[in-house]
């Protein structure tokens, strides 16, 4: 076990595209996503320790510790590798809660890649993976750390290499469940199934966000607003919506356009994780130690 206190990115993500290709009898969507991680993310300082004991710092107010993604997935990793080691988890939290930006699903896979190198309990991605999606349909993109396609209910993943652009991202001041979307009966659900390299030559866009722009006055507003300036569009189910430039100049160019009540941030597209930049810092540094 490693014991000192070592600092894990929680990134997050955006989906280039979203399309919604049929609905299955349970419920449940089929659809055809692209995800790939942002520069810009929570931070996890996470120590490692013997008592068996998941603690965290500091309380998220309304949410209870065994409802917290972060606790829900160490203990799940204890569970599947039978270990017996605890830790003290502090979040640094950046991103924001319900902005479709992969806030939650990304802690729980920090959680789970860091411990699993800190505990030395050696899951192997697809362990980790599956420990994940039963936690969250988005955790297994994180866990497994490239950017990806993903296809069924977005468990099946083709790792993908969609050009690393510069977004600008806004959070109009909304939280929007993300079952309200997939449960309106306006909502797309027959967009024909594409190949990948057909979906990457093609426009990108996004079923959900006609929907969105109806219900949500302050997303259309926010996303008319860019649209002047780049292609825009909503990730996942919102509320966040992003442009996307070729450069960082461009991309300051309109944040600078932007007025200072407005949630934003800048940020880089990555098709590898920052998490599994920093996991292999830390696995070189623990080989170079021994």
């Known amino acids: 076990m490693i014991t000192e206190t070592t600092h894990w990115p929680s990134p997050a993500k955006l989906n280039l595209f979203l399309y919604i290709t049929g609905r299955r009898d349970n419920g449940y969507h089929e ?103 039963k936690l969250g349909a988005d955790v297994p993109v994180f866990t497994r ?22 977004y600008l991202v806004v959070r109009p ?16 659900r027959d967009t024909p199934k594409r190949a990948l390299a057909t979906l990457l030559d093609s426009d990108y866009g996004n079923d959900c966000e006609k929907i969105v722009r109806m219900l949500y006055q302050e997303v259309d507003k926010q996303l008319s607003w860019l649209l002047q300036y780049a292609p825009s569009r909503l990730t996942g189910t919102g509320s966040c919506v992003f442009a996307e430039f070729s450069s960082k100049k461009e991309a300051e160019s309109v944040l600078g356009k932007l007025p200072d009540t407005v949630s934003t941030f800048l940020a880089k597209g990555k098709n590898l994780s920052p998490l599994h930049e920093t996991l292999a810092k830390y696995r070189l540094a623990h080989k170079q130690s021994i």
């Open 31 to 133: 659809l055809q996503t692209l995800f790939q991680f942002l520069d810009h993310g929570d931070d996890l300082a996470i120590t490692a320790n013997t008592s068996g004991e998941i603690t965290l710092s500091p309380e998220i107010p309304g949410v209870p510790l065994q409802d917290n993604l972060i606790w829900k997935a160490a203990k799940a990793l204890q569970l599947k590798s039978g270990c017996q080691h605890g830790a003290h988890i502090e979040l640094n939290k950046i991103l924001p809660m319900g902005g479709g930006i992969g806030g939650g699903s990304s802690n729980a896979a920090t959680t789970l890649v860091a411990l699993n190198f800190l505990w030395q309990t050696n899951l192997s991605d697809d362990e980790l993976a599956e420990i994940g999606l």
């Open 173 to 188: 001041d909304v939280s929007i469940a993300t079952v309200d979307i997939f449960t309106h009966p306006q909502l797309t």
């Open 145 to 166: 750390g490239f950017a990806a396609f993903a296809e069924g209910v977005g468990e099946v993943l083709t790792k993908a290499e969609p050009e690393e652009k510069w």
